[in-house]
Structures are given as structure tokens and as C-alpha cells.
T-cell receptor, first 114, second 114 residues
Framework: NAGVTQTPKFQVLKTGQSMTLQCAQDMNHNSMYWYRQDPGMGLRLIYYSASEGTTDKGEVPNGYNVSRLNKREFSLRLESAAPSQTSVYFC?????????????FGNGTRLTVT | QQQVKQSPQSLIVQKGGISIINCAYENTAFDYFPWYQQFPGKGPALLIAIRPDVSEKKEGRFTISFNKSAKQFSLHIMDSQPGDSATYFCAASTRGSTLGRLYFGRGTQLTVWP
């Protein structure tokens, strides 16, 4: 049981380049999330998808877009990368809302924008 | 604006000692308070969580103390072990929203030395 899988693990981009971070979960979870983690800042929610077919903005959505491709997959796209987007990106999933279920996190994508 | 304030930023404890991490919040709508543990190179994982209808929750060596009137909660790690060395995040969310939409503190890096 792989849980939440994120690809790639590491990526270096130049300013202005675009890329898509991939996330897939095999736990049949309804909700999926993208967080970014910066030193001394904790984790901040970028976008989330409460269920297949829906997406909503989190705390820091500017510069990002998302796609809930199906129940398993939730991708995060940077259209024009900026150095401020250098961060570790975590995807997470949750079985359903309204219950005491923990978020299941992947192991992150470490992105550097030069 | 940081919705959940966490202190200290770093903590060094001797093996067998007690580690205490504190968090405070302002939003009285928060009603779910989890703690996540993160090891280097890994995603955060749920350690323990509490709802505001109880003042304390204990799971093994880990205890959450909750003070609703002061809007504060803390994590106590009894008999701290070198294997507890990790980064700890407190978080909060509201009942009306998806539980995956968490507001995280900035994290505490705990080092337990033998």
C-alpha cells in the first residue's frame, strides 16, 4: 500500500519556466490537498479538492493552478515559476470530511527556482 | 497573519526529560487541534489530536493539554527519547470546513540527546 505518492522528488527550475507536480493516492480518499512548507513558516494550504470534480483556494493560491484529474490524482501547476515559489510541496489526502481522520501526507517535492 | 502561534522554535532536551511545546490561537471557531510529527525527508504524520470538549488527552508518552478559556494548547512528551527528535507542528481547523484544511504553527525542532 503506497499511500500518497508525489513525483518528482526534486526539481530545479529557472524563473519563468512551468511545471506540474503530480500526486496520486491509492487509499480511495475523497479529499486531497496541496501544502507548501517553508523554513520557519510551517505548512500553508495552497489548494484543496474536497471531492472529485471540485477545487478551492487555500491560504496561498497565487501563482498556482490545480487539477483533480480523477479520484486518485491531484496535480499542482506552476505556470511561470518565481524564486518565491522555492519550497517543499506536500500533497495530502483525507478519507472524508467531518470525522477525526488524519491527513495522510506524501514525502514531498523539493522545488528550487533560480 | 499566523492563525496558530507555536513556541519554542527549537528545543533541546536530555534523554528521559520532558519536552513541552506550546501553541496559541485566536479564532474561537477552531474545534480540532492535531499535532503532527515530521522526520527529515518525510511528510508530517499525525501524532495526537484533541477536541475542545476535553482538557487533556494522553496517548502513551504524548499528552495534549488544552485550555479553552486561554485559547492555548500544548504537547508534553514524557521520558523523551532520541527517536523523538523531529519537527513538531501544532495545527487547528474548524468543524464547518473540511478537516484537511488545517492552519499550522511554524514548527518546533526537537532534539533529544542521549
Amino acid at each position: 500500500n503506497a499511500g500518497v505518492t508525489q513525483t518528482p522528488k526534486f526539481q530545479v527550475l529557472k524563473t519563468g519556466q512551468s511545471m506540474t507536480l503530480q500526486c496520486a493516492q491509492d487509499m480511495n480518499h475523497n479529499s486531497m490537498y496541496w501544502y507548501r512548507q517553508d523554513p520557519g513558516m510551517g505548512l500553508r494550504l495552497i489548494y484543496y479538492s474536497a471531492s472529485e470534480g471540485t477545487t478551492d483556494k487555500g491560504e496561498v493560491p497565487n501563482g498556482y493552478n490545480v487539477s483533480r484529474l480523477n479520484k486518485r490524482e491531484f496535480s499542482l501547476r506552476l505556470e511561470s515559476a518565481a524564486p518565491s515559489q522555492t519550497s517543499v510541496y506536500f500533497c495530502a489526502s483525507l478519507p472524508r470530511t467531518g470525522v477525526n481522520s488524519p491527513l495522510h501526507f506524501g514525502n514531498g517535492t523539493r522545488l528550487t527556482v533560480t | 497573519q499566523q492563525q496558530v502561534k507555536q513556541s519554542p522554535q527549537s528545543l533541546i532536551v536530555q534523554k528521559g526529560g520532558i519536552s513541552i511545546i506550546n501553541c496559541a490561537y485566536e479564532n474561537t471557531a477552531f474545534d480540532y487541534f492535531p499535532w503532527y510529527q515530521q522526520f527529515p525527508g518525510k511528510g508530517p504524520a499525525l501524532l495526537i489530536a484533541i477536541r475542545p470538549d476535553v482538557s487533556e488527552k494522553k496517548e502513551g508518552r504524548f499528552t495534549i493539554s488544552f485550555n479553552k478559556s486561554a485559547k492555548q494548547f500544548s504537547l508534553h512528551i514524557m521520558d523523551s527519547q532520541p527517536g523523538d527528535s523531529a519537527t513538531y507542528f501544532c495545527a487547528a481547523s474548524t468543524r464547518g470546513s473540511t478537516l484537511g484544511r488545517l492552519y499550522f504553527g511554524r514548527g518546533t525542532q526537537l532534539t533529544v540527546w542521549p
